[in-house]
C-alpha cells in the first residue's frame, strides 16, 4: 500500500525501537519522514531509514521538554519536507524504582517527557496542521500501564495515564476542526526499552537471568509472544489513514489480548 504518499510524517522518539518501526511503515508507504530524538544517533538512523526504503527522510535532535526547541523542530520539519500531515508523539522514558527509593528528580523526568513532551509536540502540531487548513493525524504513544499501574513505576503510569487524558481532551477540542487525536497502549514488544525493564525488574524481583523475567511474562499473554515495532506501525498507520477519518479520541492497547478493556 501506498496510503501516505507525498504527505509529511513526524515522529518524535523516532530513532529505534516502536518509534523507528513506525518510521519505517510510513516511508514503505511514500511518506516523507522526519524522525527526532535526543540521542545522538538519529542521524545515522535517518539514513539507514532511507537506504532500506528510499524514502526522502531527515533526522534531528530534540529534547521534547524544550517548548522553544519542539517550536523549532516543527518549522524545520515543514521547511523541509512540506506542510505536516500526521505527527506521532512516541519519545518516551521509563525508569524502575521502589516507592521509598523513588526520587523526585526520576518523577519529574518521567512526567515531563511522557506527558509535557507529548503535549507540547501535540500544541506545535496543531499550530501547524491549523495554519495550512490540513484535517491533521495526531497519535500518542502511551502504554500498557496507562491502563493498569504497575510495581516500582507510579512515575511512569502517571505519565501515561496522563497521555490518556490528554488524548482524549485534543480530541474533542479538535474534532470540529477534523483533526483527529488517538493513542496506543502497546505491551511487552521487542524493544531495547524492553530489554531494560527485563534486565532491571528481573534484578528486583529475584534472581533472573537475561531474558527470563520477561519470558515469563509472556507466557500469560494470550497469544504467548511479544510483539514487534512493526505490528505497532501497522495500528498507528491505520489511525493516521483515511480509513480512521471517523476515529478519534481512542486509546487502544497493542499488545496480544494482555489487557482487555
Given at each position: 500500500?501506498?496510503?501516505?504518499?507525498?504527505?509529511?510524517?513526524?515522529?518524535?522518539?523516532?530513532?529505534?525501537?516502536?518509534?523507528?518501526?513506525?518510521?519505517?511503515?510510513?516511508?514503505?508507504?511514500?511518506?516523507?519522514?522526519?524522525?527526532?530524538?535526543?540521542?545522538?544517533?538519529?542521524?545515522?538512523?535517518?539514513?539507514?531509514?532511507?537506504?532500506?526504503?528510499?524514502?526522502?527522510?531527515?533526522?534531528?535532535?530534540?529534547?521534547?521538554?524544550?517548548?522553544?526547541?519542539?517550536?523549532?523542530?516543527?518549522?524545520?520539519?515543514?521547511?523541509?519536507?512540506?506542510?505536516?500531515?500526521?505527527?506521532?508523539?512516541?519519545?518516551?522514558?521509563?525508569?524502575?524504582?521502589?516507592?521509598?527509593?523513588?526520587?523526585?528528580?526520576?518523577?519529574?523526568?518521567?512526567?515531563?517527557?511522557?506527558?509535557?513532551?507529548?503535549?507540547?509536540?501535540?500544541?506545535?502540531?496543531?499550530?501547524?496542521?491549523?495554519?495550512?487548513?490540513?484535517?491533521?493525524?495526531?497519535?500518542?504513544?502511551?502504554?500498557?500501564?496507562?491502563?493498569?499501574?504497575?510495581?516500582?513505576?507510579?512515575?511512569?503510569?502517571?505519565?501515561?495515564?496522563?497521555?490518556?487524558?490528554?488524548?482524549?481532551?485534543?480530541?474533542?477540542?479538535?474534532?470540529?476542526?477534523?483533526?483527529?487525536?488517538?493513542?496506543?497502549?502497546?505491551?511487552?514488544?521487542?524493544?531495547?526499552?524492553?530489554?531494560?525493564?527485563?534486565?532491571?525488574?528481573?534484578?528486583?524481583?529475584?534472581?533472573?537471568?537475561?531474558?527470563?523475567?520477561?519470558?515469563?511474562?509472556?507466557?500469560?499473554i494470550p497469544m504467548r509472544r511479544a510483539g514487534t515495532p512493526a505490528e505497532?506501525?501497522?495500528?498507528?498507520?491505520?489511525?493516521?489513514?483515511?480509513?480512521?477519518?471517523?476515529?478519534?479520541?481512542?486509546?487502544?492497547?497493542?499488545?496480544?489480548?494482555?489487557?482487555?478493556?
Amino acid at each position: 500500500m501506498r496510503r501516505f504518499e507525498g504527505q509529511s510524517v513526524f515522529i518524535t522518539g523516532g530513532n529505534k525501537g516502536i518509534g523507528y518501526g513506525i518510521a519505517r511503515r510510513f516511508a514503505e508507504e511514500g511518506a516523507k519522514v522526519a524522525i527526532a530524538a535526543i540521542e545522538k544517533d538519529v542521524a545515522d538512523a535517518a539514513r539507514r531509514l532511507a537506504e532500506e526504503t528510499g524514502a526522502e527522510t531527515f533526522g534531528l535532535s530534540l529534547d521534547v521538554r524544550d517548548a522553544a526547541a519542539v517550536k523549532a523542530a516543527y518549522a524545520e520539519v515543514e521547511g523541509r519536507i512540506g506542510a505536516l500531515s500526521v505527527s506521532v508523539q512516541n519519545a518516551g522514558v521509563i525508569t524502575i524504582a521502589r516507592v521509598e527509593d523513588l526520587t523526585e528528580k526520576e518523577w519529574d523526568f518521567n512526567l515531563e517527557v511522557n506527558t509535557k513532551g507529548a503535549f507540547l509536540c501535540c500544541q506545535e502540531a496543531i499550530n501547524r496542521f491549523r495554519a495550512s487548513g490540513k484535517k491533521g493525524r495526531m497519535i500518542n504513544t502511551a502504554s500498557g500501564q496507562a491502563r493498569q499501574g504497575f510495581i516500582y513505576t507510579p512515575h511512569y503510569a502517571a505519565s501515561k495515564f496522563g497521555v490518556v487524558g490528554l488524548t482524549q481532551s485534543l480530541a474533542k477540542e479538535l474534532a470540529p476542526e477534523g483533526i483527529t487525536v488517538n493513542a496506543i497502549c502497546p505491551g511487552i514488544i521487542h524493544t531495547e526499552m524492553w530489554d531494560y525493564n527485563d534486565r532491571v525488574w528481573g534484578s528486583m524481583l529475584g534472581n533472573y537471568g537475561p531474558g527470563e523475567l520477561m519470558a515469563e511474562w509472556v507466557e500469560g499473554i494470550p497469544m504467548r509472544r511479544a510483539g514487534t515495532p512493526a505490528e505497532v506501525a501497522g495500528l498507528v498507520t491505520f489511525l493516521a489513514s483515511d480509513d480512521a477519518a471517523y476515529i478519534t479520541g481512542q486509546t487502544i492497547n497493542v499488545d496480544g489480548g494482555l489487557i482487555m478493556s
